[in-house]
């Protein structure tokens, strides 16, 4: 994942993923920093689109986040 922002970090969800994969190694600041990129990010008009169903997926990541630093 860490490669795939390397090649599109403009593109959110390959922060959001990177962030899951940052939640599975127990990562919990750095899952957090990706989390605020995305989420960033998906204010361009550029995802306009795809902005609903990609924010639901990010939420659904900081709840995951949430929870394990709970």
Known sequence: MKRA???DGDFPLNHVYLAEA???DERYPEADAE????????ENSRW???RS?????????ERKLRAKQA
């Open 35 to 42: 989390l605020a990129t995305a989420r960033k990010l998906l």
């Open 22 to 24: 940052y939640i599975a």
């Open 48 to 50: 306009q689109a795809q």
């Open 5 to 7: 922002v390397a090649a």
């Open 53 to 61: 169903t990609w924010k639901a997926q990010l939420t659904r990541v």
